[in-house]
């Protein structure tokens, strides 16, 4: 990989992990209702499934859909299903205050690795991670070698989202208003599904 090609794929995973998207998000909710400890597993589920995630991509995936496109548009419907689920379950989380008794229970390191799967932002991000920024022609060694490069920088990129959260609770003191802030990241958990279906449809 050139120096010219690793920084740009290394502004690309820096942009689009610390932008906006339903992991970015959700990790926030989960960092103002949960707290850090008990949302560091959503966060490590994240990285590492999105890194495994392009790993397979990268051997074989991608040229599924090329060849069965309609899969493709099955895929993005049932993820854009599955998220609007979330963001009422989002909504409807009841705002209790007490950390130590916190309403429902945060997503776990296995649910946040397999949400991946249905997460648009992540299969656009792991697309053009293959397709655009790994050497041709695409080995084993170079898929890997983007995948980690990738999880490297995703890490801190998502944990800012989280601190952020956490440090929301501050001032989330009241029912009422942790309330408010569960239906704002719901709502833009559905805004952020604007620019994918714009794009695949």
Not at 160 to 183: D, E, H, S, Y
Request: charged share 5%; net charge positive; hydrophobic share 55%.
């Amino acid at each position: 990989m050139t120096y010219t090609l690793l920084s740009g794929f290394m502004l690309f995973c820096l942009v689009s992990s610390i932008t906006p998207g339903p992991n970015n998000l959700m990790l926030m909710a989960a960092g103002a209702n949960f707290g850090a400890r008990r949302a560091l597993p959503h966060a490590v589920g994240i990285v590492l499934g999105f890194t495994f995630m392009i790993i397979i991509i990268g051997l074989g995936a991608a040229q599924l859909f090329q060849t069965y496109p309609l899969a493709h548009t099955v895929l993005t419907v049932a993820s854009v299903t599955y998220l609007l689920y979330l963001a009422y379950k989002i909504a409807t989380a009841a705002p209790k205050m007490d950390e130590t008794d916190a309403a429902g229970t945060p997503i776990t390191f296995l649910q946040a690795a397999a949400f991946q799967w249905v997460n648009p932002k992540a299969w656009t991000m792991a697309l053009a991670a293959i397709t655009v920024y790994t050497p041709q022609p695409t080995t084993s060694y170079y898929v890997i070698v983007v995948s980690l490069i990738f999880g490297a920088i995703n890490l801190p990129s998502i944990s800012i989202w989280l601190l952020l959260g956490v440090q929301m609770k501050r001032f989330l003191t009241t029912p009422a208003r942790l309330r408010g802030f569960n239906w704002s990241m719901a709502g833009l958990l559905v805004l952020s599904l604007y620019p994918i279906l714009i794009i695949r449809f």
